[in-house]
């Protein structure tokens, strides 16, 4: 099956640090994939839209400028949160989709821990 | 907005059939039903979609009422490790998931 990695699966920061999260499709390519944060007892919220080789669609109220998003290959794309704060504390989880017609699906990841200090 | 609504939580008896229904009267005709779970800590897991038909595969079975007004994914015999959160999501091009609350199914002993 479709199979979607993170890395790290967690990750401690201080405050005014920028972390680096990858997504990978590992066994198909996807040009688009997503990103999600989940708070404590919250569902998934969609942060943002990416596509390979485009400018990634961010959701209202999502700073671009604060969560830079890349996907250069059909296989990676990384979510990077600058100066992070503590209230960035949070389950960031990518999905990627998997296929080009509309019945196809999305597959997530393990999701990425963040801690904040 | 919500698109679907969903009970807040759920029992099932171990071995018994879970029936998880899920309410989205204003989905729309290019709209597919999926039904995806999450375990605590862990990434969503994909389990079924479909548009009009009762689906099935190894996992579960999604029935959709034939005015797609309503649908009920049913684990035929669930399993403690079957204990998750389910999201019902109806979406038309698989680019827009929006996850609602979802049902909190337990699976007891």
């Known amino acids: 099956g479709a199979v979607v990695s993170q890395h790290p699966s967690w990750v401690i920061c201080k405050s005014g640090t920028s972390v680096k999260i990858e997504c990978r499709s590992l066994?198909?390519?996807?040009?688009?994939m997503f990103w999600y944060r989940q708070f404590p007892k919250q569902s998934l919220m969609l942060m943002a839209t990416?596509?390979?080789?485009?400018?990634?669609?961010?959701e209202q109220g999502v700073e671009k400028d604060k969560f830079l998003i890349n996907h250069a290959s059909l296989t990676l794309s990384t979510l990077t949160v600058t100066s992070a704060h503590p209230e960035d504390s949070s389950f960031y989880i990518c999905?990627?989709?998997?296929?080009?017609?509309?019945?196809?699906?999305?597959?997530f990841g393990p999701g990425t821990r963040l801690t904040v200090l | 907005d919500a698109k679907t609504t969903q009970p807040p939580s759920m029992d099932c008896a171990e071995g018994r059939a879970a029936n998880l229904p899920c309410n989205h009267s204003?989905?729309?005709?290019?709209?597919?039903v999926y039904w995806y779970r999450q375990i605590h800590s862990q990434g969503p897991q994909y389990i079924i979609h479909g548009l009009k038909n009762n689906e099935t595969n190894e996992m579960a079975s999604l029935i959709i009422t034939e005015d797609r007004k309503s649908s009920t994914l049913i684990l035929p015999h669930a399993t403690l490790r079957d204990t998750a959160v389910y999201y019902c999501i109806v979406s038309n091009n698989n680019n827009d998931m929006r996850f609602g609350a979802g049902t909190r199914l337990t699976v007891k002993p």
């Open positions: 999905s990627a989709r998997y296929g080009a017609a509309s019945t196809d699906t999305q597959y």
């Open positions: 066994d198909f390519q996807a040009t688009t």
């Open positions: 990416s596509n390979e080789g485009s400018k990634a669609t961010y």
């Open positions: 204003t989905i729309s005709g290019n709209e597919y």
